[in-house]
């Protein structure tokens, strides 16, 4: 019998349905971390397989074989091998496409011969059906003794059989298991002997790759000295007997295909997807789409998200104005308001906006377009010193810079990986989004073009196109300062367009909202709650003067109680610890169009920018504690002289240094741990906030 719980590794191909597989299965039950000292993201889900058994499925990263190259296929390597201390499988579940599995057969083989148990999911049945691909599963499982499922996870098909075979597997073990795929023992029988004789339990196949790979398992030392032994002894060569392996394989996998499967001509049906690539793929029409399907998202993201923010201000000015008349003027009434509730109201609001930004990029992805625009854009990325594989961190930048930076480890060429991380943060992440939204609201008017086309989407396409723009530039010039010398290929496989799996999109997008909220929200919180103090209290004598001043004024001019309120409430900001900060760093800012308050907001926003928002709502709460919204409060905030703040160029500039800086303590520490020095954070920080000074500054007065 298995145990209490069953630990399932999910291994496959790149674009074989793994991870649809995965999600089809564990829904919204599913964590995402860290594999314990790399980078590399482990999803693992918990499922019931039957009564009174249950599984955890850890998807892992997709690979072609067990040879590993980048650092996420040697995170799966490693798990499979079973030399991974921290992540163990009693059950593979190994993900194979149907309509490609000549390919797919590769990898399969080789885990087979690892005498584990294993379950095959066969996916894309659909697609190899209209290929005109006809299988007989019964005589493939039979030829290759493991269990074969037929699954369909966008429609949920075959998963309650998915579940059966594994939990059967589980309970016969390596009973089940029957001969080599091919004759492993051949390719070096005295090595592999010697080899058995340190490792009894190791099939013929798993030592080889013992032989050639030890170095990187977690063995005590003396056996890494008695299998270097045995490597000499039998003059054991990996490269020789790796390239004998995939050649028997082959010719195995090629009786099998010719046994077991009918494939029509190639010439003789046009797939759909082959068609629509002529168009989308086209070296003029390409682009074409590719900028109107951007220039379509920023739109949208706009225009959907519009009613439900109204919705949330409106809501929360409500609640505001209701808690300030009926709760007792006392000081925890002024932190929970000022503090706790105008700090939640600036995370709340930007939800709509995160979850439909990242609906959009999901549909981009399912529907296998992504993939064409690393496509399309690997001739331009070359020019400026990077490849068509850095395409995609550069997008997943527009989400957040973390994982985006981790995904480079895909990248194999080392200058082209560093030139992605070191330009991917000027990618506009979602964090932006709230401080992009409400500037563009104050500055730009809510106007439409032919009735569809939004002035603001249009000027929030620009600041992530510029941010784009000033990506390319800087890797350009980085790529004659940055000597490291290296060949670059770059290989990618078209996915074939699907329809979007809504049920994935309505998931990624609650789970990204949860992220926001959660890890966003906490800092935003955290520093409203310290900004209130900061900005409520100051030393003792200036707000004493300040308080006594007020006091004799509303004596001496009771009539005029109000207006002296609003400006004793203005004058103790300043006078209060955040007012002092801001107001010496001011002279630094002011040749930007910025105030001290504008200055207090970008101290806090070098540890998340989102925070920008929740300290623009604090301070102005704390000012003026009336039930204005935040946007009226910030267009009614005038310098001195009576002049308005946020005037058009101050407003453009503020963008513009939000779209280049480095406002982000996990993105540099994330490059830290990447590049495993603090040279390249440093650099980073001083080159993006440099340039994002100097360009502001040049907005301001361009447009002054």
């Not at 509730?341 to 609906?359: D, H, K, R, T």
Request: net charge positive; hydrophobic share 45%.
């Amino acid at each position: 019998m298995p145990k209490s719980i069953l630990h399932i590794a999910f291994v496959g191909n790149p674009n074989s349905g793994k991870t649809s597989l995965f999600n089809a299965l564990t829904g919204l039950n599913q964590k995402v971390g860290n594999f314990p000292g790399v980078t590399v993201d482990k999803k693992t889900g918990d499922i019931l397989l039957e009564e009174g058994l249950k599984a955890r499925l850890i998807d892992l990263p997709g690979t072609y074989s067990l040879y590993p190259r980048r650092a996420d296929e040697w995170v799966a390597y490693k798990v499979l091998m079973n030399a991974d201390r921290d992540t163990r499988a009693d059950v593979i579940v190994l993900v194979a496409d149907a309509s490609n599995l000549k390919r797919n057969l590769l990898f399969c083989s080789q885990i087979i011969d690892l005498k584990v148990p294993v379950v095959i999911a066969l996916t894309m049945n659909d697609i190899a059906a209209r290929k005109g691909i006809k299988i007989d599963l019964k005589g493939l499982e039979a030829d290759l003794g493991v269990p074969i499922v037929v699954v369909n996870p966008r429609k949920n098909r075959g998963l309650a059989q998915l579940k059966k075979a594994v939990v059967q597997t589980a309970r016969q073990g390596e009973v089940a298991l029957k001969n080599d795929f091919i004759d492993n023992k051949a390719l070096a029988p005295t090595a592999i002997e010697q080899t058995q004789e340190l490792f009894p339990k190791l099939s013929d196949y798993a030592s080889i790759h013992y032989l050639i790979n030890h170095e990187d398992f977690p063995l005590a030392t003396d056996l890494h000295v008695k299998l270097v032994k045995a490597e000499k002894e039998t003059k054991f060569n990996s490269t020789k007997t790796q390239a004998e392996e995939i050649m028997q394989r082959y010719q195995r996998i090629k009786q099998l295909m010719q046994k077991h499967v009918v494939e029509p001509d190639p010439h003789e049906k046009k797939m759909f997807s082959d068609k629509l690539d002529d168009i989308l793929l086209h070296r003029t029409w390409g682009y074409l789409i590719l900028l109107t399907v951007l220039f379509l998202l920023f739109q949208s993201v706009f225009w959907l998200a519009r009613f439900p923010m109204d919705g949330i201000v409106w809501s929360f000015t409500r609640v505001g104005g209701w808690l300030t008349r009926n709760l007792p003027n006392a000081w925890w009434s002024d932190l929970f308001i000022n503090g706790f509730v105008a700090g939640f109201s600036g995370i709340i609001v930007f939800v709509p906006q995160i979850m439909i930004l990242f609906g959009l990029i999901t549909i981009l992805e399912d529907t296998g377009y992504m993939a064409r625009i690393s496509f399309l854009s690997d001739k331009l990325m070359r020019k400026v010193g990077l490849n068509g594989k850095s395409v995609m961190p550069m997008i997943s930048g527009f989400a957040c810079a973390v994982p985006a930076i981790m995904s480079t480890r895909n990248i194999e060429n080392r200058k082209e990986r560093l030139l992605t991380i070191l330009v991917t943060p000027l990618m506009s992440c979602s964090a932006r989004l709230p401080v992009y939204t409400i500037l563009i609201s104050l500055v730009i008017t809510d106007k439409y073009y032919f009735n569809f086309l939004s002035l603001q989407g249009l000027v929030m396409m620009c600041l992530y196109l510029l941010g784009t723009f000033m990506a390319l530039i800087v890797s350009y010039v980085m790529k004659w300062f940055i000597k490291i010398k290296e060949k670059s290929f770059f290989i990618l496989e078209l996915p074939v367009y699907r329809a979007p799996r809504w049920n994935n999109v309505a998931i990624t997008m609650v789970e990204k909202a949860k992220i926001f909220v959660r890890d966003a929200g906490r800092v935003i919180i955290m520093i409203s709650l310290l900004l209130w103090f900061l900005s409520s209290y100051g030393p003792g004598e200036r707000m004493k003067k300040t308080e006594e001043k007020y006091a004799l004024l509303e004596q001496q001019l009771p009539q005029k109680k109000d207006s002296l309120q609003r400006q004793f409430s203005s004058e103790k900001l300043q006078n209060s610890y955040a007012g002092i900060l801001g107001k010496a760093i001011e002279p630094a800012i002011k040749p930007l169009g910025y105030d001290w308050k504008i200055g207090i907001a970008l101290i806090t926003s070098f540890a998340a920018r989102e925070v920008f928002v929740g300290t623009m709502a604090t301070l102005y709460s704390v000012e003026e504690n009336d039930n204005k919204s935040l946007k009226e409060k910030i267009q009614a905030s005038r310098w001195e002289d009576g002049s308005k703040v946020y005037t058009l160029p101050a407003a453009l500039s503020l963008m513009v240094f939000y779209v280049l800086a480095m406002q982000c303590m996990s993105t540099l520490a994330v490059v830290k741990r990447e590049t495993k020095t603090w040279k390249w954070p440093v650099f980073q920080f001083i080159y993006m906030t440099g340039l994002a000074y100097i360009m502001s500054w040049v907005v301001f007065r361009l447009f002054q």
